[in-house]
């Protein structure tokens, strides 16, 4: 398992992080799956012992269970990882349990200590966006909690370049604990990231950690077009992420090729292609059955060529979208070059 480094840190994280959003199982999250403690030890086990340094969960995954199931399997293990853990979703039926104000975020992390066992959190994140409270509020508040070694480090999730972008330089302008990481979906069948999001956290240095790789499921090659109902998958019960699912079939069809080269499954294909983009940290998986985890395992010793590479972005690649494509276009600051070689320039950044 290769480490790399893990934002501005200096700290070296897996390229794999186990994700434990199927943990606990209670309401809602039962459609994500249920691992209890018993089954949820064997797989922690198996993680670290494949060379995963990370764990990666939030403190609404089934109420905090998932918390609490983790905090219990890394029991005399805490040291040898780095837990990472998420803070805004409703917690309780009080008017002031959810989103990213003080009091929220300060009950909230006492909450996730308990759940964890621990004394500190490595990576605390927060889970999206809040309209109602100033992202300066919350800055201050991480940044209390940083200095009292509650959180060792801070990142965010679910924000758009714009957001990640100012909270980076307000943190940095202001004095506080800097954004360390960007969390954020990315799969070849949702590629969005790259429009902007990517960008933003190279030129910022900011790690990403990629959660749903496989699409919800989509792509671990169970679904195709001939079979798009299939029982027991975690997508048929919960259709998330969202994907154009008739070209997302398109980009199967290429993955099962090259899995077959390569003798793996389609899913490894779908994680190695994610590992090897540029800028992506770690990537989180979330198996719920120890087979799935050694299948996942395995995709880091997959090397794709750069003929596959090409195939995959061919049939995966996003369209041109403004500004991107006037972004992108070649500039005129070189001698010589026409008005007849600027359009032509501007019609294939467009294509």
């Not at 670290?48 to 990666?56: P, S």
């Not at 997508?235 to 099962?256: C, G």
Request: proline share 4%; net charge negative.
């Amino acid at each position: 398992m290769k480490l790399n480094q893990f934002g501005n840190t200096g700290l070296l994280i897996s390229e794999l992080t186990f994700g434990t959003m199927t943990f606990g199982g209670s309401s809602i999250w039962q459609m994500l799956g249920a691992t209890q403690q018993e089954e949820a030890n064997r797989l922690v086990a198996r993680a670290i012992d494949g060379g995963i340094n990370c764990f990666d969960t939030a403190d609404i995954y089934s109420a905090g269970e998932s918390e609490r199931i983790l905090g219990a399997a890394l029991e005399g293990k805490r040291h040898e990882v780095l837990i990472a853990t998420k803070v805004k979703g409703r917690i309780g039926n009080n008017s002031n349990s959810a989103g990213l104000n003080r009091v929220h975020i300060m009950n909230q992390v006492e909450n996730s200590l308990r759940n964890l066992r621990t004394d500190y959190i490595d990576l605390y994140q927060i889970h999206g966006f809040d309209p109602f409270t100033p992202p300066e509020d919350t800055l201050r508040t991480l940044n209390d909690l940083v200095r009292s070694g509650k959180v060792r480090y801070i990142g965010v999730s679910n924000l758009a370049a714009w957001q990640i972008a100012y909270w980076a330089q307000h943190a940095r302008l202001s004095g506080l604990e800097p954004i360390q990481s960007v969390q954020a979906y990315y799969s070849l069948a949702g590629r969005s990231l790259e429009r902007e999001v990517i960008p933003a956290c190279k030129e910022l240095g900011l790690g990403i950690m990629v959660w749903s790789p496989l699409a919800g499921g989509f792509l671990t090659g169970k679904f195709r077009r001939d079979n798009d109902q299939v029982d027991g998958a975690r997508r048929t019960d919960f259709d998330f992420p969202p994907v154009d699912k008739e070209r997302s079939y398109d980009i199967i069809e290429v993955m099962a090729e090259i899995a077959e080269v390569h003798s793996v499954s389609i899913a490894q294909i779908a994680l190695a292609w994610v590992r090897m983009q540029p800028g992506v940290t770690t990537t989180i998986i979330g198996a719920r059955r120890m087979d799935q985890l050694e299948d996942n395992l395995k995709s880091v010793e997959i090397e794709l060529s750069a003929d596959e590479l090409q195939r995959l972005d061919a049939v995966s690649a996003l369209g041109p979208e403004y500004p991107g494509w006037m972004v992108n276009m070649p500039i005129d600051r070189y001698p010589g070059s026409s008005l007849e070689d600027r359009v032509q320039a501007l019609r294939d950044s467009a294509k």
